[in-house]
């Protein structure tokens, strides 16, 4: 009996699976046409290409995949055709043919929803896997503090010369995490001021400060130039000694420092990209002595540009 | 109060035991004076001034009695000062006015109070302004010297390190210090006093104090005395001043002063006693004048102020004051001011005394470029004879007997107080020195001149930044942030003369 029925149910489960095969070979499946000689049709892994197809060879297609039409394509080894996957924008929608799957007008078809790889690149999956690199730079640079009256008065110059490194790690993303480290180290003369008039007092005053800086930030990927915007914190590490000072009355202690930075990358050697960067930085009460308080500058942050070479892929 | 009688007794008995006594004993330094006969002080005042000083000290009067200071309007000329003049009783002529600037002094022996004087002459359309011809005085103690080398109060502003940075400042600063004298020659000078009997001529010697190098004494004058180029200090206030000012330093001898490379100006406008009784006695008058640690005129000390800013004086130090307001010393100040002149002023010792607003220091309030000094003690708390007020604008030392004794009074070198003492001496010297305590705003106000003159020895010549960035500089005394007692708290010379760092 129980033989019986599991014999009754096979027959039922083949004889539903034969009429529905039936049916799906009666329905005419969305043809294509291929747009331009040696057109790659990938096998499924899109890693090696199945078959290379001139212009106005036909293909029926079975699926979508991303920016990749599921297709069959004859093959004069398989009569029954090769599977794989073709780009849709090397494709057209053969007229008269069921519309391919995701196309609701004719013109769909030619127009896909993302742009399609280069048919000459490796092609991408239809999503990017995620690739991870890293890479460290070197950095040199010229700011220009906001407090621009402190800096003439001790400095004679609004400005100064920084120089540093650094590592990131990059996302195949976009998003790149970024670690920095620069200094800057002055010398000048200590002041007097009184109604914005500055006397120097005879005395050097020497300062260097040493920002370590972190970055989250992000690259657009755009053919050889990425433009890239980012920001983080960090601390600025600050010191100050002056003649006839004693040990006890140089300056060592450190700010927290927030920045943005907004830049422009582009290969220049295998292993070589070179960027320029716009960098501003705040360090909100940094500066409280007589000298602030006379100017009303009390932040020890400012606007920077810098030249950028990273090594790395 | 002692009496005359007892005063006079006293001094005619003691006086040839004081005289061997302090020869033989006292520590003191004398330079070679000159062997020539010696020649007369010279004296401008009339036997009915030196009589209304006199009348003044006897009735503790803070003004000359019959003496009033007088500005007419701009413009007014000699016809219209005449007209005003014509309101008072007297009707004295404008061409006998003594003039200093665009001030004059008016004496009227018909009218002995100065304040109604002063009044009447308000009334008129043509005066500008009228008011007594106020007496100060210096704002110390005179004490008997003692020879403690001890100068706490130099510690206290950590001076060794601030001498690192500005040693003794630059010679191409000038203090002027409008005070009782600076002994400007090495010489002696005939006198009349009065010897307990009668009027005598007597030989007085005076010398330069040997530790204060003569080369940097220039352009001497005096306002008040023997009036002319020769200042003499018959007191020894002025000197001591000047002395912590700028007293010789690294030299191995006595002690040292705050900017003791400047050239000190010696602007007499205070009469010592000395100065009173040759004066008293070469106007003829018998006996003794009364005891009085001096006085000064606001006329005189306007004079000394405006003389010193034509002159080429960077710094004033005035250790003087009173409680009646001048607007003619008013004038001189802000004049001076005006002229890039830093002035230093004592806030005055009137804080166990009532505590009245001391003049010229209360002007100082609104004069930024003028600063009122109070006095700290050994322990850095307020002195208490200091005055306070909302015009004390910075602390220094000045010395405190109740904290200390002796020591917590402010030593620097003088003339020997011995010498001159009038409680004992008839026939003063004043050509021997000697470390000398006295306390005082007097004392606290030079601490703030010599760093004045240390900081325009740097370059900042502006007095309103000079204020500026002392004032940001020190240490906060007593109540947090400005205070009464101690204005912005106790000056940092070495803090100041740093100057502002980048961060600091």
Redo the contacts between chains.
Sequence with gaps: MNLMRRFTLGLCLLAISASASAAQDQTPRPRVRVLSDNTIVWRPTLLTPAIILNAGAVLEVVGRRGNFYDVLAPSPDDPGGIRGFVAIAQVEHVAGSPLPPGATRETDALAPSAPAQPVTQTPAAPRSPARTSVRGFALAGYGWPLAHQ?FNA?FDQSGAFWAGGGAEVQLGSGLFFLGSAQHMSQT?E??????G?V?????A?S?SITPIEATVGYRFVRSRHRPYVGAGAGQFR?R?T?A?ADPSEE?RTSFTSYHAIAGLEWRTARWMWTAVEVRFTHVPN???????T?FDEHNLGGVETRVKVLFGK | MRSHGLFSSLRSLLFCLIVGVSAATMSSWRPTLAQDAPPSLQFHKTAADMTAIADAVNRHLTYVPNQVLVKFKSGVNQSGQQRALMALRSRPAASDLRWSGDVAVLTDASQPDATILSAQLREQPEVQYAEPNYLRHVLTTPNDPSFSSKQWNFQALDMT?AW??SPGGSDSITVAIVDSGVTTVNASFTALTWNGFRIQTITVPFAVNPDLSGNRLVSPMDFCCEVGSTVLDLQGHGTHVSSTVGEDTNNSLALAGIAYRVKIMPVKVCAGYWDLQFEWSAAGLPGFFPPTDGSCTSFDVAQGIRYAADNGAKVINLSLGGPNASTTEQDAITYAVGKGVFVAIAAGNAYADGNATQYPAAFAKTIDGAMAVAAVGRSLNHAWYSSSGSYVEIAAPGGDDLDGGESGKIWQSTILQADSDPNFIIFPRFDRYAETAFEGTSMASPHIAGIAAL?MS?????P??VE??IK??ARDLGAPGRDDLYGSGLVQPRTA????????
């Design positions: 402190t001790v000048g200590r002041v007097f001021v009184f109604d008039v006397t120097k007092a005879g005395i005053d300062i600050y100050e002056f006839f300056i940094a500066l409280n002595g007589n000298l602030a006379a | 390190r690192d940075i900081l740097r370059g900042l010549t502006n309103a930044a500026a960035v940001a500089t003369l740093l100057g502002f760092g980048f961060a600091k």
